[in-house]
């Protein structure tokens, strides 16, 4: 589930009105949220039923969701900051449709070498795998 953020949050519903205000509360290090997002919007509709309203002209700071990484309840690296702040551009893979083959090539051996394939093919049939291909003969089907 992920990062309820402000411009995806309705307003003038009670239970999504605050859920992103919930969010990296001071304290917790590296803890945008210490309760589930479903909490999240319990807590919002308490806070609507208190009388609370969002008054955008007096808001001061704005949430920054991480810029890498999944958007994810758990993904500690969003920051709240001045309101205005530019956002960096989010860090994403690289697209491999413009890479060369070289490049693909280099980026699977990167892959490979950190360990990254190794639930797809396990090392040791790897290293011990001919270096070329060998024929052989196949045996007839029993008639």
């Known amino acids: ?5 402000q411009h995806e949050c309705d307003p003038t519903k009670p239970d999504e ?4 205000a919930l969010v990296g509360l001071p304290g917790p290090k590296h ?8 909490v999240l919007r319990q807590w ?9 309203r969002h008054d955008p002209e007096a808001q001061t700071k704005e949430y ?8 994810h309840w758990l993904n500690g690296s969003g920051q709240w900051k001045p309101k205005g702040t530019p956002r960096p551009a989010r ?3 690289p697209d491999v449709t413009v890479l060369t083959p070289h490049e693909r090539a280099d980026l699977v051996e990167q892959l490979h070498h ?6 797809l093919v396990r090392r040791n049939e790897i290293e011990a795998a001919p270096a070329a291909a060998s024929v052989v003969q196949a045996e007839a089907p029993p008639q």
């Open 114 to 119: 950190h360990g990254d394939l190794d639930h």
């Open 31 to 38: 803890a945008p949220m210490i309760v589930h997002p479903m």
């Open 17 to 20: 009105a605050f859920a992103w």
């Open 44 to 52: 919002s509709q308490h806070l609507w039923d208190l009388g609370f």
């Open 64 to 71: 920054h969701p991480p810029v890498r990484g999944h958007h």
């Open 91 to 93: 860090i994403t893979a």
């Open 1 to 5: 589930m992920s990062i309820p953020q």
